[in-house]
């Protein structure tokens, strides 16, 4: 019996015979059953009660403090083109690739906006899209535009490559080969198309909204005056209407809160509902924020979660977060920008970096250690350490000595020791002063 996993990815994805050159092309939407509106208007109800999408999931605090976190994090790290050579990586910057990454993508927005959408765009939907716009001349990406990934579809010719179709606002279909699309993936079943996170986390994240929603209507009706008012006659709707809206006016809204209830001809107050702490709403929102983390990869003590962060574990935990979640989502768009926007036969001796130094040494005292032992083992000099804290190399030159420790060995060669004879010579020459004193 297939798992709930296969039967959801048997709904979109289609297995293509690998040997069949007059096959229809496939999509890895099936196209029995179009991914649309309203196909999937019976999923985006939760479990929880609420309606949720890639949008909506924004309003959860939570997971918009996370997806704000990982964008800008990733935002705020130099991108740039780096050549391989026998001693290492040197960057290009006069590479024409390395003006899209590192400043300007295109005319509408500067490379942080760039890669904070990103990001966005491959947390909640999976999966992000631009469009490469090339030089007739050299054939070089001159700029990068962002395509909307809900309009995007996958498809697989019958020569077995991939191609982009793109559905405009006026629903007219473009197709892009795949060397014109820039397209980062995140967790995929097909190594294709990456899964909807927000679809694959509904129920998760609906309880998180759900659980707000619940808050607000809390306060907004009146506090704890939630019940039922019951009077001993029948009402006509006119009546009723009436006393609906004065109580109300009277005891709802939070200015009301905790307000005395005045019951007149007859009436009584039964209450039905639970309090945010009897409903358990606190406790709520902490799993919610426990979610989020998993889901994102962000710790919790940076979404305000400081229940087990203490002064000596909070560092630690920042440097698992770059290492388990930073660093990986960070070569999954190297990796991508280089196939894409580096010419073929350039991506042997080039690459696309992002430089995650700043992120590791982010303690002052981290980044006085390193430079200390790289100078005191004669890897840097004075000026190189003095640039990599963006200082001026010092004016008179004395910057470019480097030093090493004075008793360090060669310790594949014999330790020189004093031959025999020359010890006894030295103590003869020792013990004359003292017979010409005799």
């Known amino acids: ?132 716009e090339r030089s007739r001349e050299t054939g070089d990406a001159k700029s990068l535009y962002i395509l909307e990934p809900s309009r995007m579809k996958v498809d697989i010719n019958a020569r077995g490559g991939v191609v982009y179709v793109y559905r405009s606002e006026t629903w007219q279909e473009v197709r892009y080969a795949s060397d014109r699309i820039v397209h980062v993936s995140g967790l995929s079943w097909s190594a294709m198309l990456g899964v909807d996170v927000v679809g694959l986390f509904s129920d998760v994240l609906g309880t998180g909204l759900s659980n707000q929603d619940f808050m607000a209507n809390f306060y907004g009706n009146g506090a704890m005056l939630s019940g039922v008012v019951s009077v001993p006659q029948k009402l006509d709707k006119e009546a009723y209407t009436r006393m609906l809206t004065s109580w109300k006016d009277t005891y709802g809204g939070t200015s009301n809160a905790g307000a005395t209830a005045v019951l007149e001809q007859g009436a009584t107050y039964q209450k039905v509902g639970l309090s945010p702490v009897e409903a358990g709403a606190g406790e709520a929102k902490k799993i919610v924020v426990a979610d989020v983390a998993r889901i994102t990869g962000v710790p919790q003590f940076l979404l305000e979660d400081l229940d087990r962060a203490t002064f000596n574990n909070i560092e630690e935990l920042g440097k698992l977060f770059v290492t388990y979640t930073v660093f990986p989502l960070c070569k999954n768009i190297e990796s991508e920008l280089t196939r894409k926007l580096l010419r073929e ?12 130094n700043t992120l590791l040494e982010a303690s002052t005292e981290a980044r006085a250690k390193k430079i200390d032992a790289l100078m005191k ?38 330790i020189e020791t004093p031959e025999a004879g020359q010890t006894q010579s030295d103590d003869a020459q020792e013990s004359e002063p003292a017979e010409a004193d005799a």
Request: hydrophobic residues 40%.
């Open 1 to 132: 019996m297939p798992s709930f996993f296969q039967s959801l990815r048997s709904l979109f994805i289609r297995d293509v015979p690998a040997a069949q050159p007059e096959a229809v092309r496939a999509s890895l939407e099936n196209p029995s059953t179009p991914i649309n509106n309203e196909t999937l208007s019976g999923l985006s109800r939760t479990k929880a009660g609420a309606h949720i999408d890639a949008e909506g999931s924004l309003v959860i605090t939570a997971f918009w403090r996370a997806v704000n976190i990982l964008s800008g994090v990733v935002a705020s790290l130099p991108f740039g083109v780096y050549k391989i050579t026998e001693n290492g990586a040197e960057k290009q910057q006069n590479h024409p690739v390395n003006r899209l990454i590192s400043r300007y993508p295109s005319e509408l927005y500067t490379k942080f906006d760039f890669m904070q959408t990103l990001v966005l765009h491959l947390v909640t939907y999976g999966n992000f899209y631009a469009r490469i």
């Open 345 to 356: 036969r350039q991506q042997d001796t080039h690459e696309i970096r992002a430089d995650l």
């Open 377 to 414: 083992w004669g890897i840097i000099n004075r000026d190189e350490a003095r640039k990599m804290e963006g200082l001026n190399p010092i004016a008179d030159g004395s910057g470019q000595a480097y030093y090493i420790p004075m008793n360090m060995v060669d310790p594949t060669k014999p």
